[in-house]
């Protein structure tokens, strides 16, 4: 029941955290969300731990293969569609010093 | 070998335990944040860092907990998969982007389906009924990961043209679609009933039903749909990581999988309604080629088509021009070529503006990517409701390879597929030219009245040399 309660506040904060985005940033953001599920490759840490046969091996270790470049390679990609952005990030950024004051607020 | 390594006893976190727990909160706290930060454009790259310190503590503390082994395969996992990931990243074209990212999505979701399998084969091994609440999670998520797995590999073969992007539809699909599933669910179904001995046969049949319907669920959809598609999918591979998440009782994974797949989700919708369609209607309708031929206005109607140093003529004596990228920008890899065009044209203080379609390209974003690629000013690139207001202004808007984000039927025929879509309305300015390869099409397949306009002139080369030709006409005026 936990985990059920855990799920429901989960997708809660996921719709909440997402409401406002500007479509410049609909790519990399759906690149760092896709490197997040790349957490699974937990999932291939702990069933190899109980792996107990060739075929348990050779899955265990394509899944964390898997998950690794889910991984390594979405926040890499979403680095680097961000680098392009920030390389020249508006001059006059005004902004620049709020988002830790709102950001505060709503974590 | 890998035995010998097992008996390494790294363990000090009890799985489940408070150590555990308190290090998995402060990682999922992370990927929050990050994701929070990911949403305005100057925490972006900051939001990005922090994912990643998010991901490195889930990964350390999982390392760490009791039970992990098998040491030899998983740091051979670990190398073969960063290895591949680095590679891969630093590799890919800026124009490939969305197809790299359907690819990881893929592999995410491949990741979710063995591990399902794995852990079905270790409820088995141990001799007992496997639980339904780790039973069913398994199966769901092993249903999921094998669809999103396929259905991801049919995304990257379109969009990286491997296989024909227009939609490949089978008679009687839907038929075959529904079947499939209901097949799934049944296996599904029989598999938890029968959970003190379930049948790996039936498992391994449900797995490849999946792979099958991801198949058949994606080959129809075009290509101009992809995005909402990878979004999608990317929304489902979350889901399914949440799923292992029960069935390994893991709540890193399923507060990171659910986080994805909620902001997956909307993110889908977002990008969906930018094109005016439900994610139903791009799913079922097989819309972006049936009506193509059937549609399409048949007769032979008379356009002006023009040189490269008569669009050179007409830019440069212009006060303002507004370029309006497409993904035919992106396919002839011509954004530095469009900016050496707009780089003559200021030096002739010419006004220039780049009007971003919020769904030009493949992916909301595509055309903003290309265009920092190659420099251009970020205070130049304008959104569509910022520059539509003046387009009656503008001397001479030029259509880089796009097509449907531009057509005024999305405002004048209500008849038509893309009817109420937004659009760059172009065909307000005074005069207009579209460089494009051929009048054929876009990927929504229907015809365009932009082109036959007394005011449009119609450019018809590879975007690339069309630019480099017109930059250099101008330079010699």
Redo the contacts between chains.
């Keep these: 029941m936990t985990?059920i309660t855990?799920?429901v506040l989960?997708?809660?904060?996921?719709?909440e955290?997402?409401?406002?985005?500007?479509?410049?940033?609909?790519?990399?953001?759906?690149?760092?969300?896709?490197?997040?599920?790349?957490?699974?490759?937990?999932?291939?840490?702990?069933?190899?731990?109980?792996?107990?046969d060739p075929?348990?091996?050779v899955?265990?270790?394509?899944?964390?293969?898997?998950?690794?470049?889910?991984?390594?390679?979405?926040?890499?990609?979403?680095?680097?569609?961000?680098?392009?952005?920030?390389?020249?990030?508006?001059p006059s950024?005004p902004?620049?010093s709020r988002?830790g004051a709102d950001?505060s607020d709503?974590? | 070998m890998?035995t010998a390594l097992?008996q390494m006893p790294l363990a000090v976190l009890d799985?489940g335990g408070a150590g555990a727990t308190a290090l998995y909160i402060v990682a999922?706290?992370l990927?929050?944040?990050?994701?929070?930060?990911?949403?305005?454009?100057?925490?972006?790259?900051q939001?990005?860092?922090i994912?990643?310190a998010g991901?490195a503590i889930?990964?350390a503390t999982?390392?760490l907990?009791d039970?992990?082994?098998?040491w030899g395969?998983?740091v051979?996992?670990?190398a073969?998969?960063?290895a591949?990931?680095?590679i891969?990243?630093?590799r890919?074209q800026?124009t490939a982007?969305?197809q790299?990212?359907a690819?990881?999505?893929g592999?995410?979701g491949?990741?979710?389906a063995?591990?399902a399998?794995?852990?079905l084969?270790?409820g088995i091994?141990l001799g007992e009924a496997i639980p339904l609440d780790t039973l069913i999670p398994v199966l769901f998520s092993m249903v999921i990961g094998s669809v999103s797995f396929w259905g991801s590999n049919i995304a990257f073969a379109k969009l990286q043209g491997l296989i024909p992007t227009r939609p490949l539809a089978v008679p009687g699909q839907q038929v075959v679609n529904a079947l499939l599933l209901i097949g799934i669910v049944a296996a599904c179904v029989s598999l938890a009933i029968d959970n003190g001995d379930p049948s790996q046969a039936i498992f391994i049949a449900a797995l490849i039903a999946a792979a099958v319907l991801g198949n058949l669920v994606v080959l129809p959809i075009g290509g101009a749909d992809m995005p909402v598609v990878?979004?999608l999918l990317?929304a489902f591979?979350?889901i399914?990581?949440?799923a292992?998440?029960?069935?390994?009782?893991?709540?890193?994974?399923?507060?990171?999988?659910?986080?994805?797949?909620?902001?997956?989700?909307?993110?889908t919708m977002?990008?969906a309604t930018?094109m005016n369609r439900s994610v139903a209607n791009i799913l079922f309708a097989g819309f972006g080629g049936a009506p193509a031929g059937a549609g399409g206005v048949a007769e032979e109607r008379p356009v002006t088509s023009i040189g490269a140093q008569d669009a050179a003529i007409k830019l440069a004596y212009a006060d303002s021009v507004v370029i309006v990228p497409g993904y035919g920008l992106a396919v002839a890899q011509a954004q530095h070529a469009i900016k050496e065009v707009a780089d003559e044209l200021e030096k002739r203080g010419v006004g220039v503006g780049y009007a971003?379609h919020?769904v030009a390209g493949r992916?909301?974003?595509?055309m903003?990517?290309l265009l920092?690629?190659a420099?251009v000013?970020?205070?130049q690139?304008r959104?569509m409701e910022e520059i539509n207001p003046e387009m009656p202004r503008t001397d001479v808007a030029v259509v880089v390879g796009a097509n449907d984000v531009v057509n005024p039927a999305a405002k004048n025929d209500p008849d038509s597929p893309i009817a109420g879509m937004p659009i760059i309305e172009v065909d307000e300015a005074r005069q207009v030219i579209v460089i494009k390869r051929s009048l054929s099409p876009g990927f929504a397949g229907i015809d365009n009245d932009l082109f036959y306009e007394p005011n449009t002139s119609m450019l018809f080369a590879d975007a690339k040399q069309a630019a480099t030709e017109i930059a250099a006409e101008i330079g010699q005026l």
């Design positions: 985990e855990i799920f989960a997708a809660f904060v996921g719709f955290v997402i409401s406002k985005v500007p479509t410049t940033l609909h790519t990399p953001l759906m690149s760092q969300t896709n490197a997040i599920h790349g957490i699974v490759m937990l999932g291939g840490l702990i069933v190899i731990g109980h792996a107990g075929l348990e091996y899955i265990g270790t394509i899944a964390i293969a898997f998950g690794t470049i889910n991984i390594v390679g979405g926040f890499m990609v979403t680095d680097r569609i961000l680098g392009m952005f920030t390389r020249k990030a508006k950024a902004s620049a988002p950001g709503k974590g | 890998a097992s799985p999922f706290s990927f929050i944040l990050g994701v929070r930060r990911g949403t305005h454009p100057t925490t972006a790259k939001g990005n860092l994912a990643v991901m889930a990964v999982t390392l907990l039970g992990i082994g098998n395969l998983i051979g996992g670990l073969i998969g960063a591949v990931g680095v891969a990243s630093i890919v800026m982007m969305p790299m990212v690819l990881y999505n592999v995410g491949g990741a979710v063995l591990i399998w794995s852990e084969r270790h091994s990878i979004s990317n591979t979350g399914a990581a949440a292992t998440g029960f069935a390994l009782d893991n709540v890193a994974l399923i507060v990171a999988g659910t986080l994805v797949g909620s902001s997956g989700t909307i993110l977002k990008m930018a971003i919020p992916m909301p974003g595509h903003n990517v920092a690629e420099d000013p970020y205070e690139l959104e």
